[in-house]
């Protein structure tokens, strides 16, 4: 009895911490909100524009120090430089995952802290590095980009994001459950359903976080194709580490220390012989 009476009083006592660190995360009150009377973001052409951005996680830390770019509508462009130089804190801010401490980041002209922030995700296709997987079927998982998509749609982005051959292959199919966080799915396969997400999406501003990282160099010679044609028409940006993967880009922006220190194609770049010539 005493050993049971000591188990559940260390039960209670767990239950009440829990508890109590829940309803301290449910009443913090949140950094990033809607001002008021917010209208939705209105997407004319997908033109993104970033003017005399700073930003720090801390204020004592500055990582953006005055970026100053823009992404035209149907365009690409690619985000690169060394570790540490702002390239994911762009895209972090132009999802107003955080708001700029000053300047401002625009789509067709508004201000994203102007937008619901609702309307502004709706309108972006994001294929992050870490791909999030619920431990669901892979059905599901793709369709959780658009959950009132058909089957039919979501067999079509998974061909183009070329992950149907993989999924036929399984047991079970599209019905397969893929684990807790996607275990049960190598790394490839998981940026495959990532991708496939992003094209089901159909938004007309795709941002890539090194969406073909973890796929072998064949797999990312398809994907690229794939992505090629899937960008027709619409504003792609994307972050890369492989400069392989930069040739079918428009536009290339060399970021270091917070700030932009070339711009150009990939054949001006390479001519100039600076920063990005010694990268590559």
């Not at 005493?2 to 767990?14: C, F, H, K």
């Not at 997908?46 to 801390?58: I, K, Q, S």
């Not at 094209?199 to 090629?228: C, G, N, Y």
Request: proline share 5%.
């Amino acid at each position: 009895p005493l050993d049971m009476l000591g188990m559940v009083y260390r039960t209670i006592r767990q239950g009440l911490v829990d508890m109590d660190a829940m309803f301290a995360l449910v009443d913090t009150p949140a950094e990033v909100v809607d001002a008021p009377g917010a209208p939705a973001l209105a997407v004319r052409a997908g033109h993104v524009r970033f003017e005399d951005v700073h930003f720090g996680y801390e204020a004592e830390r500055p990582i953006l120090r005055g970026v100053d770019f823009e992404v035209k509508p149907g365009t690409t462009t690619a985000v690169v430089g060394p570790s540490g130089a702002g390239k994911s804190t762009c895209i972090n801010l132009l999802q107003r995952l955080y708001d700029v401490d000053k300047g401002q980041v625009l789509i067709d002209g508004q201000p994203v802290t102007s937008v619901t922030q609702d309307s502004l995700r709706a309108a972006l296709a994001v294929v992050p590095q870490e791909i999030v997987l619920f431990h669901r079927t892979i059905m599901e998982n793709i369709r959780f980009a658009r959950p009132e998509a058909s089957d039919d749609d979501v067999f079509a982005a998974a061909r183009a994001a070329h992950c149907h051959g993989f999924v036929s292959r399984l047991p079970q199919g599209y019905d397969t459950i893929v684990g807790e966080r996607g275990t049960r799915l190598s790394g490839g396969q998981r940026q495959r359903i990532g991708i496939a997400r992003a094209f089901l999406k159909d938004a007309p501003i795709i941002i890539l976080d090194e969406a073909t990282s973890a796929l072998d160099t064949e797999s990312e010679m398809e994907i690229q194709r794939a992505l090629v044609e899937q960008m027709r028409d619409r504003t792609v940006i994307a972050v890369a580490h492989r400069l392989s993967t930069l040739s079918v880009f428009d536009r290339i922006i060399v970021m270091k220390g917070g700030r932009i220190v070339e711009d150009g194609t990939m054949r001006e770049l390479m001519r100039r012989g600076g920063p990005f010539a010694a990268m590559w």
